[in-house]
Nanobody, 114 residues
Framework: VQLVESGGGLVQPGGSLRLSCAASGFTFSSYSMSWYRQAPGKERELVAVITSAGGNTNYADSVNGRFTISRDNVKNTVYLQMNSLKSEDTAVYYC????????WGQGTQVTVSS
């Protein structure tokens, strides 16, 4: 049972990145999924949530309109498309399975800098 994030990296302000989180070992389509992030010296914060079938999404105010969460229940993968990136989006991004028991990925670093 695991979640593995990928797609992080260094990007200039205004650029885009697409994060992926591949799930294995459980029935992915039964769970809502989420993305969190943690910037240096700050608490981990919720970025986006998507329900199990993908019909509903919610976003933090700070990313609403710039980020899009989506999922592919055939590929057992959840995505985070990040556009118009800002320096304050720099953080380690984690995917998390919602519900019980809690399951986190290992994180992927996103750095927004010129």
């Amino acid at each position: 049972v695991q979640l593995v994030e990928s797609g992080g990296g260094l990007v200039q302000p205004g650029g885009s990145l697409r994060l992926s989180c591949a799930a294995s070992g459980f029935t992915f389509s039964s769970y809502s999924m989420s993305w969190y992030r943690q910037a240096p010296g700050k608490e981990r914060e919720l970025v986006a949530v998507i329900t199990s079938a993908g019909g509903n999404t919610n976003y933090a105010d700070s990313v609403n309109g710039r980020f899009t969460i989506s999922r592919d229940n055939v590929k057992n993968t959840v995505y985070l498309q990040m556009n118009s990136l800002k320096s304050e989006d720099t953080a380690v991004y984690y995917c998390k399975r919602l519900g019980w028991p809690t399951l986190w990925g290992q994180g992927t670093q996103v750095t927004v800098s010129s």
